[in-house]
């Protein structure tokens, strides 16, 4: 049989220095050095010069990394020079660009620090049509245009956040892991809850009274943040590969991250009590881990009905009762069985039977933000940009809501779980952690949760509309944290109940009445410099004057 003609080598364009151009081409080219991935049959490494047609694909080695605004600029004339050629962009280890700035760039690979097996990953997805990101934590480059003059009162606020800020860490390295007497962990959470109320409260009393807002304030590991640089990665390290850059795709590398995030046990880093909190380590993540999997059908049968509009929307909400469900018979197990009131019955049943899911979260965002892009690969709009979903800050954003969405889920049904085992202590060794198997710690538990609930809804809730902020929680490597989106409340606002109205009216009250009460304080604090200097410190000179003159009469007579 006469043999096929070989497929010709994907022409790679590389723009590297000559030690770094050797060292890539003996990664890329075949028969390279050793620990190729299965299936690499290599590429033609070529220079601008040894060109034969259009590159397949754009390599570009970072040596000594030039000025941001070059950088993007040299990018965009490589795309429009050799297009339709996607770019790949090598950084060094130590590079002077923040992740905000290199989500922004229009390469379709963006690696930091590569080696052999990733590079050639990398080369291989992107010349598949997928995008490749992996870059660390940002770099923290100082800003000499923001110096500005602190005053006093800014001094003392930032200098009371950063005590409680040292303190605080001290506190969380010494519960990871925690301890195992009762007291010292007792003693350490409440330690933690004390300097977290007492941060709050600092800057609520003192925040919009202070000198300088522009400048930005210190916070502690765990606090909240605002979603534009948090959503797009700022601050951690990022690790994304698209296969396809097609909804499906896009679907497969977000539940790829969220599933090795989930199975890790995340523990809470929220800043707040969570209800999950309570169960036990691995049925935390057989929680989450089903709801994973209970979306995942979901929008397959989103896919098959192909809703559109107010009917997505009204469908997705009807679902949500089975799905929660669903997860909660996924992580109690179909046919697990337990003694209560000396008869065996099974866990699942049970609980569904005595919980209740149609509760709606009204902290939930539109639900079509994170389903129009899954299902139908439509633009989203992230910080005011109108970007593709395979982009990398769409990517990240869309994880954030997903993310977000799952966590307050769990909750839902964890709060069910707890006041079930209240009632069925058996319960307790099979679901919860083992500090909960006393009634007491339990009870203890629920009835924090309960109190939480109650101030998020009469205080926490009715500031966040008025301050048009949506508490969104993220889950990362390990832990759950916090973040805060920016959007337009007014509607939700509107809605409120009187008791609401009055926390958002003293809130509004505060901001008028704060630059005059600061205003005043700074008058009269002049007036007490006058009265120091000018009347009080002019008569005692006077009266000093006068003893002196008295005193040397009296000498003279002697």
Known sequence: MPRRPAQPLPQLLLFAEPLQRAGLSSWLEPGGSSGDPSGWSGCRVVGSDELQGPPQLIVWCLGAPP??????????????????????????????????????????????????????EAVSTVLAGGRVLAIGPAHQVPDATHAVPMGLGQWLLLSGLQQIDAELRLCLRLLDPPPPQLLPLLLLEGRVRELRQARRLLQWLWGPVSLAWSQPIVEEPVAPSTAGSQASGSGHAVAITLRQRTA???????????????AAGPSNNSGQLLA????????????????????????????QDDPRGEQLERLWKELQPELRQQALRHMAGSY????????????????????????????????????????????????????????????????????????????????????ACAEWPELRRYLLRPELLATRNLERLRNQLNA??????????????????????????????????????????????????????????????????????KRLGDLLVVLLTQVLGKAIGLVGRGIVQGMGRSLNRN
């Open 276 to 303: 999950l909190d309570g169960l036990h380590v691995s049925r935390r993540s057989d929680l989450l881990l089903g709801l994973l999997e209970q979306f995942d059908r979901l929008r397959r049968r989103l896919l």
């Open 336 to 419: 697990v069985q337990l003694p209560m009131a000396g008869k065996l019955c099974p866990v699942a049943e049970t609980l569904l039977h005595r919980s209740e899911f149609a509760a709606e979260d009204l902290e939930l965002p539109d639900p079509l933000a994170m389903l129009t892009p899954l299902l139908q690969a439509r633009p989203l709009l992230v910080d005011g940009q109108l970007l593709a979903p395979d982009e990398p800050q769409a990517v990240l954003y869309l994880e954030l809501l997903l993310s977000n969405w799952l966590v307050r889920s769990a909750e839902l049904i964890s709060a069910e779980v707890l006041a």
């Open 248 to 262: 499906e795709g896009l679907w497969e590398a977000l539940r790829e991250r969220l599933t090795q995030a989930a």
């Open 452 to 521: 939480q609930q109650r101030w998020t809804s009469w205080f926490d809730r009715p500031i966040h509309l008025y301050e048009s902020r949506r508490p969104l929680f993220r889950l990362g490597a390990g832990a759950i944290d916090s973040v805060d989106l920016t959007e337009p409340r007014d509607a939700e606002l509107r809605q409120l109940g009187w008791v609401q109205q009055a926390v958002t009216l003293a809130m509004e009250a505060r901001d008028a009445l704060g630059p005059q009460l600061q205003s005043l304080l």
């Open 67 to 120: 000025e941001p605004q070059a950088l993007d600029a040299e990018s965009r004339r490589m795309l429009e020079r050799w297009h339709p050629a996607p770019l790949l962009l090598l950084l060094p280890d130590h590079h002077p660009y923040a992740s905000d700035f290199l989500l922004q760039l229009p390469a379709q690979g963006l690696i930091e620090q590569a080696d052999a097996v990733s590079l050639r």
